[in-house]
């Protein structure tokens, strides 16, 4: 097969199952690694699965023997530590190689929630009020902060860290939360207004021109005791834990005037933070109609039936076409 027809597709050690590192397994999976593969090759690529492990230098001897036309990135992490996704991505801007997804800059915009917000403020999108804490430091709490709040970790990441736990109604519950963040998982805390209201994730496609495709909703129809209030891990992967709190993702029915109100904040978000290809804002839409961003998400998970790609396919995007718009958004950008 020519070499227009290839790819190389980028993945983290830890996803490659080591009695199928190809990927060719015809069993049924809910990994994204076998989706986009499978979807490569049943889209006539020739696709060579490279594992990132702990080695630049290996990593850059490799790319330099290969030289792909296109790395289709699906790494999250390097030595363990997910902040170092954009250093993958800069590695490769380096050696003027292109890949898919958001590059360096976005990543970097992106993965530090005070950092996002903030430029958010600036580009005047509506975002919680919050405040930062880093470890060392006594965490001041005004008088006028508003409660109940959130704590998460300032770099986080698929909701790590977050449950029911991480919503604090006072200033002492604040502050043990906090120091929870610091001590077991690690990281600054950032710690964020709680906003009522529906959770809503929109998916945008593209770089010069944007597609917003229609909204998603995750539903949380119980409210009484200590039904969850958040997106947590287990409300995202365990389907036991959803049934049992009659939890559901779902098409988001939206006023007309307030759907196109969400996509043109939502391009703003995308464009302020520089992501590319494709991106999914999480938000809250409040009693009022107001859309409040909590989230921006670069390069989301592609798996058959998430988020991503369940608004691509209600758009009338099959999943073959939505890997295929990304490699074309990829390959646009050869220099």
Same mark, same amino acid.
């Given at each position: 097969m020519s070499r227009r027809k290839s790819i190389t597709v980028l993945v983290d050690r830890y996803t490659v199952p080591a009695e199928d590192p190809e990927f060719r397994s015809p069993e049924p999976t809910t990994q994204t690694e076998y989706h986009v593969i499978e979807a490569l090759r049943g889209l006539g690529y020739a696709v060579e699965v490279l594992p990132l492990g702990e080695s630049v230098s290996d990593l850059v001897a490799r790319l330099e023997r290969a030289r792909p036309r296109l790395v289709f990135n699906l790494t999250e992490e390097f030595y363990g530590d997910r902040c170092h996704d954009r250093n993958v991505a800069a590695l490769l801007e380096l050696m003027r190689i292109p890949f898919t997804g958001t590059g360096a800059g976005g990543l970097t915009l992106c993965r530090?929630?005070?950092?996002?917000?903030? #430029? #958010?403020?600036?580009?005047?999108?509506?975002?919680?009020?919050?405040?930062?804490?880093?470890?060392?430091?006594?965490?001041?709490?005004?008088?006028?902060?508003?409660?109940?709040?959130?704590?998460?970790? #300032?770099?986080?990441?698929?909701?790590?860290?977050?449950?029911?736990?991480?919503?604090? @109604?006072? !200033?002492?519950? *604040?502050?043990? =939360?906090?120091?929870?963040?610091?001590? =077991?998982?690690?990281?600054?805390?950032?710690?964020?207004?709680?906003?009522?209201? =529906?959770?809503? %994730?929109?998916?945008?496609?593209?770089?010069?021109?944007?597609?917003?495709?229609?909204?998603?909703?995750?539903?949380?129809?119980?409210?009484?005791?200590? !039904?969850?209030? #958040?997106?947590? %891990?287990?409300?995202?992967?365990?389907? @036991?834990? =959803?049934?049992?709190?009659?939890?559901?993702?779902?098409?988001?029915? *939206?006023?007309?005037?307030?759907?196109?109100?969400?996509?043109?904040?939502?391009?703003?978000? %995308?464009? !302020?933070?520089q992501i590319r290809d494709y991106g999914r804002i999480d938000l809250r839409l409040t009693p009022q109609g107001k859309a409040v961003v909590l989230e921006a998400n670069p390069n989301p998970d592609l798996a058959y039936g998430e988020e991503v790609a369940e608004a691509a396919e209600k758009a009338g995007i099959a999943y073959d076409n939505l890997i295929e718009r990304i490699v074309r958004a990829g390959l646009d950008r050869r220099p």
């Open positions: 530090d929630k005070g950092l996002c917000k903030r #430029l #958010l403020n600036a580009h005047r999108v509506r975002v919680p009020e919050f405040l930062t804490c880093v470890p060392g430091y006594p965490v001041k709490v005004s008088m006028s902060f508003p409660f109940p709040a959130v704590v998460k970790p #300032l770099f986080g990441d698929g909701s790590d860290g977050i449950s029911n736990a991480s919503v604090v @109604e006072n !200033a002492e519950r *604040l502050v043990q =939360r906090v120091q929870f963040v610091h001590g =077991r998982i690690g990281q600054p805390a950032i710690v964020e207004e709680y906003i009522e209201g =529906r959770e809503i %994730y929109v998916t945008v496609l593209g770089n010069r021109r944007l597609r917003v495709l229609p909204p998603r909703e995750l539903r949380f129809n119980r409210k009484d005791g200590n !039904a969850p209030l #958040l997106s947590t %891990y287990y409300v995202k992967f365990n389907d @036991e834990y =959803r049934r049992k709190w009659q939890i559901e993702f779902g098409d988001a029915e *939206l006023d007309a005037a307030i759907a196109q109100n969400i996509a043109r904040t939502c391009k703003r978000v %995308y464009r !302020a933070l």
